[in-house]
């Protein structure tokens, strides 16, 4: 629990640069729902980071890095610490050993998009499956993001990160235990950008196959709305969408908060949605499955903040 004056005092007399009290979650979103953080900082560089985590640790403030906030609900209670804004760590560099091993390394926030384009055009192939997901490489590292039967840690050689010990670590891949839409990383680590190992491919391709997953992306998914992607994981046997569709809940609403009328494992929001409303409607699609069909239907969305 923190509040803003203790941050102010804990902050107050470091580098912290661009910070916003009280500011709400929901212009950040991709749903476009949440409550209010005490602080929001945007994080623009590795040691204005250091310095900040040193600080808040010191004075026991919670903090939680987010990079697009594609995944994340923040509950309308708000979150009580200080969100870290990773997007404006966002470089993307390209390097070829002399063994012709071919590598992208990228900060935190930079956009996945923004990975795929240096890709190709040094063309590069191996991340294709990433086309379309609206996230950072940090959400991506730490979701293990997915598509298409590849996942990140497919591609990913070594992931950088800030420990909880406030030091910068190495860690490569297979030290790293990567589960589905999980990275075994300790939950107050803070990755600060990641090497990946990519093939030399043909660049016709490499678009051709993009543009084919973005075009089935906007066919199949809510695009049009606001929206946080997937809201449960994958569960054996059907695929989520078809089990909410027989539960009969598609089109459903809490609020303006609505099971996708396109996609039933999509939530989105038609307007003036809150987190509660799409919490509720997350609750109510549990307990029908559940009393319906026996099934556990595990969140996919981290859900942050107070009630
Ligand atoms: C339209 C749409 C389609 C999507 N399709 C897919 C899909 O096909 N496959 C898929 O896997 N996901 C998909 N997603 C979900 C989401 O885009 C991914 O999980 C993405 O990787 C999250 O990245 P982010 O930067 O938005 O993370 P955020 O939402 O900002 O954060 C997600 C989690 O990562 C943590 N985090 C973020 N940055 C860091 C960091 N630097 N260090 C440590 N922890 C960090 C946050 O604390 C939080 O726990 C989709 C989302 C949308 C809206």
Request: net charge neutral; aromatic share 6%; charged share 25%.
């Amino acid at each position: 629990m923190a509040d803003i004056n203790k941050i102010q005092d804990a902050l107050g007399d470091i580098a912290v640069g661009k910070i916003l009290y009280d500011e709400p979650m929901s212009r950040y979103a991709s749903l476009l729902v949440g409550g209010k953080a005490d602080a929001l900082v945007f994080i623009v560089n590795e040691d204005q980071l250091i310095q900040i985590v040193r600080r808040l640790k010191e004075k026991k403030i919670d903090f939680l890095p987010v990079g697009n906030m594609t995944n994340i609900i923040v509950r309308d209670g708000g979150y009580h610490g200080v969100i870290l804004l990773m997007k404006g760590l966002n470089g993307v560099s390209y390097l070829c050993t002399p063994e012709r091993q071919h590598y992208i390394s990228a900060q935190a926030g930079a956009a996945l998009a923004s990975v795929l384009s240096r890709a190709l055009a040094e063309e590069l192939t191996g991340m294709e499956f990433c086309a379309g997901i609206p996230g950072s490489i940090g959400g991506a590292v730490r979701m293990n993001a997915g598509a298409y039967g590849r996942e990140i840690k497919d591609v990913v050689e070594i992931v950088f990160l800030l420990d909880v010990d406030g030091k910068k670590k190495a860690l490569r891949r297979e030290e790293i235990s990567f589960s589905y839409r999980k990275a075994g990383l300790p939950p107050e680590a803070i990755i600060l950008s990641a090497r990946f190992r990519l093939e030399k491919g043909q660049a016709q391709q490499i678009k051709k196959r993009t543009s084919e997953i973005i075009q089935w992306r906007h066919e199949k998914h809510p695009l049009e709305y606001p929206n946080a992607g997937s809201v449960f994981k994958n569960i054996p046997g059907q695929t989520v969408g078809e089990l909410i569709e027989e539960l009969g809940m598609k089109g459903v609403s809490c609020g303006d908060a609505q099971v996708s009328l396109k996609h039933a494992n999509f939530i989105v929001n038609r307007g003036k949605a809150k987190a509660s409303d799409v919490l509720e409607l997350i609750a109510l699609i549990q307990s029908k499955a559940k009393q319906e069909k026996g099934v556990i239907l595990e969140p996919e969305v981290v859900i942050i903040g107070e009630d």
